[in-house]
């Protein structure tokens, strides 16, 4: 059976409450396509990666896409009203800012599929640690593995250089447009 169309204004007046951190997201529809809105600000510091791609559509205001493209470290900003199609398998860290609204789709993932949240070290970049599962609720699987993450200092130890892995951003506010 057919749904009707979602209002986004209208959906954001009376459900902008829903997104809240560290993730932020709230799944509108997940049958045969999962579509999530985003709020900002979010508390993320994992790259997350999965075997599907991800289709971001800024709404409102402007994020900033982490991405790790064939081991280099790369900032990407969409703008209002721009999309980017992020290809499968790239570490990717959504940075969202305060009052900005976004629209992800991704496509639902295969039986034998695994996402994967990485965390990278903040003083050398080495992996520091990275939780897989397969995804099946997005929204409250991705939590429980930022909370795990965050609570246990021995996964947030870098076995590289020893630094303690960040478990929030440094700075939560956009600089420059």
Known sequence: MLVAPLNIPKW????SHLLKP???????????????IVGGPNERTDYHINE??????????????????D??????????????????NTPHNPVRFADTV????????????????RWYCQ???AIVH?????CTDLGTQIKDAVNSFRDDLEKRKCSK???LADTAPKVQKEIGT
Request: aromatic letters at 10%.
């Open 123 to 125: 003083n050398c970049g």
């Open 161 to 163: 250089c020893g630094e």
């Open 22 to 36: 560290p993730i932020n997201n709230y799944c509108v529809y997940n049958k045969d396509v999962t579509v999530m």
């Open 52 to 69: 599907t791609a991800e289709w971001f559509y800024q709404y409102k205001g402007r994020m900033l896409l982490k991405v790790v493209d």
């Open 12 to 15: 954001l007046e009376h459900n």
């Open 71 to 88: 081991g280099v470290f790369k900032d990407i900003h969409i703008n209002e009203g721009e999309m980017f199609l992020l290809p499968p």
């Open 102 to 117: 976004g629209i992800v789709l991704e496509q639902l993932r295969p039986e034998s599929s695994l996402d994967r949240l």
């Open 130 to 134: 990275e939780a897989a599962f397969h």
